[in-house]
């Protein structure tokens, strides 16, 4: 039987409570964890959810919410900051007696990474099915909303430090939580747990992106630069990775090379659905 009760942290404006939104339409019972102080909780997005505020690394209110509210799939969809409060979530998801955890990753491959936050997701991956708890997990290289950001073209161009000729996986953040809902409401357990789907909407490369920038109306130029502009520490890191082609869903860390056949090999699971372009997103 699929899935039908769920607990989702991070239910913040981009990938967290497009999750919500998702899985409320599929008829689920939702409940999103916010921290004290946090303004996701007014949000229209978690609009029929029902709002548990407590400290995510308080691991007995955490499955006090859990057991309460019968959870099944804890859902974590926090930032890059707020890693380290995964591992109370799956400590407190194992005292509830969840079945499945869903880690946040919705981005590059990160099983079997060696450094940065790639090391850490593998790793908490690891940790979550040490308790006995199966996750899974769903890597889409990036959010095609995410572009203007990476390349900082509210400054008026489209920085690229690099060439970056590369093939990379862009999905649209309401194809990736709607697939999410999907496949936790429809498909069985068992084809779940400890499961990997990588999603593709469109592939390309930062290049040819910057391209449909210079051609619209009006044009932003692309700026090739060895330095991206001060406070660009993110997105330096990833612009790195994109050079390398690790922001291909199908990028393996073992083997250390992209396997692009393997980079949409989840979409099939989501059967008639249309997956979003760059350009229809991005409106280019």
């Not at 939702?30 to 029929?48: D, H, N, T, Y």
């Not at 209110?61 to 799956?90: C, D, F």
């Amino acid at each position: 039987m699929p899935y039908t009760s769920f607990a989702v942290a991070g239910a913040g404006p981009t990938i967290g409570g497009r999750i919500v939104k998702a899985l409320l339409s599929r008829g689920a019972s939702v409940v999103a964890i916010a921290r004290p102080g946090s303004s996701s909780p007014s949000s229209p997005l978690l609009e029929g959810a029902k709002i548990a505020t407590v400290d995510y690394t308080n691991v007995e209110a955490v499955t006090s919410v859990l057991s309460e509210n019968k959870v099944e799939v804890m859902i974590s969809a926090l930032a890059y900051g707020a890693l380290p409060a995964q591992r109370p979530l799956a400590d407190a998801a194992k005292e509830a007696g969840v079945k499945l955890f869903v880690p946040s990753e919705y981005g590059m491959p990160t099983e079997g990474g060696k450094e940065g936050h790639l090391a850490i997701k593998s790793e908490f991956a690891d940790y979550v099915k040490s308790l006995g708890i199966p996750v899974m997990r769903v890597y889409n290289g990036m959010f095609i909303e995410f572009i203007p950001w990476l390349t900082g073209v509210e400054l008026g161009k489209f920085h690229l430090m690099g060439q970056h000729t590369v093939p990379s996986s862009f999905v649209a953040l309401d194809d990736v939580a709607g697939f999410v809902a999907h496949v936790l409401t429809t498909l069985p357990e068992s084809y779940l747990h400890n499961a990997t789907f990588r999603l593709q909407g469109d592939r390309t490369s930062l290049a040819d992106i910057g391209a449909l920038y210079e051609a619209r109306n009006p044009p932003v130029p692309v700026a090739h630069v060895t330095k991206l502009p001060e406070g660009f520490v993110k997105q330096t890191f990833l612009q790195s990775k994109f050079d390398q082609g690790r922001l291909s869903s199908g990028w393996d860390n073992f083997a250390d090379k992209d396997v692009p056949e393997d980079a949409d090999s989840g979409n099939k699971l989501w059967e008639g659905h249309k997956w979003k372009t760059v350009k229809e997103v991005l409106g280019l």
